[in-house]
């Protein structure tokens, strides 16, 4: 009589054969009479044609949903490229800082969809009282460590930071990101908050918020300069 380990290694056999040969079972008439998959579950296919049918849909619906996944993917892609270039234009065409500074919060509000931000500087600003001015100690709070230099996802405030930054809002933040504005006339940056826990956070890819930094750097730069 034989063993357990030497049943499984029976049907190991038995499995591997049949993958070597798919064909096997289609003379095999007297077989395919005998053979049945009863109860199975999800479903309760009762024969090996229909088991294998229900499992010829699943995987067609695994597909589709990946499909589905990517094409959606690209249609977010090309939304967000889109929105990229919109603002681009639109610095492109502001006139001074102040209008430089309200049509990037308008486009982060309503083309990137952020809920919250805040305009962070080393030192004022001037005539840009939206940038809010941090002690060396919030800033190293907030970069935990990083150069200003790339995007940063995954950061943690301390509540008394999210509330000088946030106000009220900044309870119910539970994800927040940086936008760097390192440039020759501004060091600061662009602190992004949401309610989401996944929207920024730490494996969020930080690629089109560095697009968005050299952007808003570069106009910030440019209406900055001294005449």
Same mark, same amino acid.
């Given at each position: 009589m034989a063993t357990e380990p030497e049943l499984e290694t029976q049907a190991d056999q038995v499995l591997a054969y049949l993958r070597r040969h798919p064909q096997f079972l289609w003379d095999q008439e007297d077989l395919l009479l005998t053979l049945t998959l009863p109860h199975v579950g999800r479903g309760s296919a009762s024969s090996l044609l229909e088991r294998q049918a229900q499992v010829l849909r699943e995987e067609n619906l695994r597909l589709q949903q990946r499909i589905s996944a *990517?094409? /959606?993917?690209?249609?977010?892609? =090309? &939304?967000? @490229? +889109?929105? $990229? %270039?919109?603002?681009?234009?639109?610095? #492109?065409?502001?006139?001074?800082?102040?209008?430089?500074?309200?049509?990037?919060?308008?486009?982060?509000?309503?083309?990137?969809?952020?809920?919250?931000?805040?305009?962070?500087?080393?030192?004022?600003?001037?005539?840009?009282?939206?940038?809010?001015?941090?002690?060396?100690?919030?800033?190293?709070?907030? *970069?935990? /460590?990083?150069?200003?230099?790339? =995007? &940063?996802? @995954? +950061?943690? $405030? %301390?509540?008394?930071?999210?509330?000088? #930054?946030?106000?009220?809002?900044?309870?119910?933040?539970?994800?927040?990101?940086?936008?760097p504005l390192a440039g020759q006339h501004l060091r600061g940056g662009i602190l992004l908050g949401s309610q989401h826990p996944d929207r920024y956070a730490e494996d969020a890819g930080a690629d089109l918020l560095d697009q968005i930094a050299r952007l808003v750097t570069a106009a910030l730069d440019r209406c900055l300069a001294p005449c």
């Open positions: *990517l094409l /959606g993917a690209a249609q977010q892609n =090309a &939304a967000l @490229g +889109l929105h $990229l %270039s919109d603002l681009a234009t639109e610095l #492109l065409q502001t006139p001074d800082c102040t209008t430089t500074v309200n049509t990037v919060i308008t486009r982060l509000r309503e083309g990137f969809q952020v809920e919250e931000m805040a305009l962070i500087a080393r030192a004022p600003v001037a005539g840009l009282p939206q940038f809010l001015p941090l002690e060396q100690a919030d800033f190293q709070e907030i *970069l935990n /460590g990083l150069p200003l230099l790339r =995007a &940063a996802t @995954g +950061l943690t $405030l %301390s509540p008394a930071l999210r509330s000088t #930054l946030f106000g009220a809002a900044g309870a119910g933040l539970a994800s927040f990101a940086l936008i």
